[in-house]
């Protein structure tokens, strides 16, 4: 089946930009998901990309898609204390159901 | 925006009892729901497929009849956990999608605790 698979844990100071990154399996994965949870929160979606598409940007996210490699990373410039969360990144078909990875836990430091 | 609420957001009951979980979509219709668990510092696992007026589907591996799931409207969709058990403790999510969009939401969430 479907596999997304991100690193665990990145630490990075406050102002510093951060990049996680994530990997699928799914070829056929048309729409790609970045999500934020929060501690004993729920999910944020924070945005998304299409399978057609290489980059999109919005305000302070980046994300960057290299479908050739199933790589898909999301970029978070000017990293903000308030930045740290569990950032989920999830695929799907386009029939709304969402793999998910692993969570990758971002910690900033002050 | 659309908007996915659910209820409770922490509900603790004792073994053996049943417990029920609301997913509603605020401002939109949804004809299909997913319910997603996720364990202390996993990921999230699909749990199930809600479908509005019909049977919903289960993912390998999960009891129907433990995780019992109603989409009896296009706005709200109740996942039971019955006979709940203390693994049965978790963090439950639904989602629900536009049905002509690609943006999906999610609920609050609800975290269960089995005593």
């Known amino acids: 089946g479907e596999d997304v698979e991100q690193s665990l844990f990145l630490s990075v100071r406050e102002g510093d930009s951060s990049v996680i990154n994530c990997t699928y399996t799914?070829?056929?994965?048309?729409?790609l998901y970045w999500y934020k949870q929060e501690p004993g929160a729920g999910l944020q979606l924070l945005t998304y990309?299409?399978?057609?598409?290489d980059m999109k940007q919005d305000q302070r996210l980046t994300v960057l898609l290299n479908k050739k490699d199933k790589h898909l990373s999301l970029r978070i410039a000017d990293t903000q204390t308030g930045d740290s969360a569990i950032y989920f990144c999830?695929?799907?078909?386009?029939?709304?159901?969402?793999?998910f990875g692993t969570g990758t836990k971002l910690q900033v430091i002050p | 925006g659309a908007v996915v609420s659910q209820h409770p957001s922490r509900v603790i009951c004792k073994s053996g009892t049943s417990v029920k979980i609301e997913c509603r979509s605020l401002?939109?219709?949804?004809?299909?729901m997913f319910w997603y668990r996720q364990f202390p510092k996993q990921s999230l696992m699909l749990m199930a497929t809600?479908?509005?007026?019909?049977?919903?589907?289960?993912e390998q591996g999960v009891e129907k009849d433990k995780f019992l799931i109603n989409h009896a409207s296009l706005t709200l969709s109740t996942l039971t956990v019955t006979s709940a058990h203390p693994e049965d403790s978790s963090f439950y999510i639904c989602?629900?999608?536009?049905?002509?969009?690609?943006?999906?939401?999610f609920g609050e969430g609800s975290w269960l605790t089995v005593v």
């Open positions: 989602s629900a999608g536009v049905d002509s969009g690609n943006t999906i939401y």
């Open positions: 799914d070829s056929s994965s048309t729409y």
């Open positions: 990309i299409f399978s057609n598409m």
């Open positions: 999830g695929t799907s078909g386009g029939y709304q159901k969402v793999t």
């Open positions: 401002d939109f219709q949804a004809t299909t």
């Open positions: 809600s479908n509005e007026g019909s049977k919903a589907t289960y």
